[in-house]
């Protein structure tokens, strides 16, 4: 079983549409998490950063991790053409320890 | 943030080849990170690159096959030794700019590696 858990996708939506993307993870003692961002054939991008538990919002993005089902998700709000990339869920047990990462869901915003 | 560039940023190489990734930071930074990104497959960290120490490296991967150099602390380089097929990939380095913080991990666009 692998640590951190993606729905690779692709995952289609219109435009506006509200976007939920989700992980499950296996290690309980995971407390940073974090989504990133990855255009095609550009690097990831920190998008979103919570520590624990609880919800973070950033513009259209809320993050939310919920450490008592071993489940995080980022929701997109009115979408846009331009958020359709390849979001990457990771995370990590301290500040030290190694970043663990989701294989990656494929979004797709069409006009 | 940080601005990471990599060179070159693809090649086709010949099985049996060796072919040298370099990273540059535009600021100086302690842990460096080598990573390689698989198709449909997560990110999966090669090794950490520190100044001035040998670089640390998981399990799965060995110095010989991938011999990395960390001479400042704004440059690193990874070699991707005697190359074979299964070594085409996206390899991507990192820096990381301290945490716990607003600021994690900041990646390269990345080298995409064609190995025939």
């Known amino acids: 079983q692998k640590e951190v858990e993606q729905d690779p996708g692709p995952l289609s939506v219109p435009e506006g549409a509200i976007v939920s993307l989700n992980c499950t993870y296996s290690?309980?003692?995971?407390?940073?998490f974090m989504w990133y961002r990855q255009y095609s054939r550009k690097g990831p991008e920190l998008l979103m950063y919570?520590?624990?538990?609880g919800n973070k919002e950033d513009g259209r993005f809320t993050a939310q991790v919920d450490k008592s089902s071993k489940y995080i998700s980022l929701f997109i709000r009115d979408s846009q053409p331009s958020d359709s990339a390849t979001y990457l869920c990771?995370?990590?047990?301290?500040?030290?320890?190694?970043?663990?990462f989701g294989s990656g869901t494929r979004l797709s915003i069409r006009p | 943030s940080a601005v990471i560039s990599q060179k070159p940023s693809r090649d086709i190489c010949q099985r049996g080849t060796s072919l040298t990734i370099q990273c540059q930071v535009d600021s100086q930074v302690t842990m460096m990170f080598w990573y390689r990104q698989q198709p449909g497959q997560s990110l999966t960290l090669i090794a950490t690159?520190?100044?001035?120490?040998?670089?640390?490296?998981e399990s799965g991967f060995v110095i010989d096959k991938f011999p990395i150099s960390r001479p400042n602390l704004t440059f690193s380089t990874l070699t991707v030794s005697n190359m074979s097929p299964e070594d085409s990939s996206i390899y991507l380095c990192?820096?990381?700019?301290?945490?716990?913080?607003?600021?994690?991990?900041?990646f390269g666009p990345g080298t995409r590696l064609l190995v025939l």
């Open positions: 919570t520590y624990s538990s």
């Open positions: 290690n309980s003692a995971f407390q940073y």
């Open positions: 990771a995370m990590s047990r301290s500040s030290a320890s190694k970043i663990i």
């Open positions: 690159a520190n100044q001035g120490s040998e670089a640390t490296y």
């Open positions: 990192s820096v990381d700019r301290g945490r716990p913080s607003n600021e994690t991990q900041y």
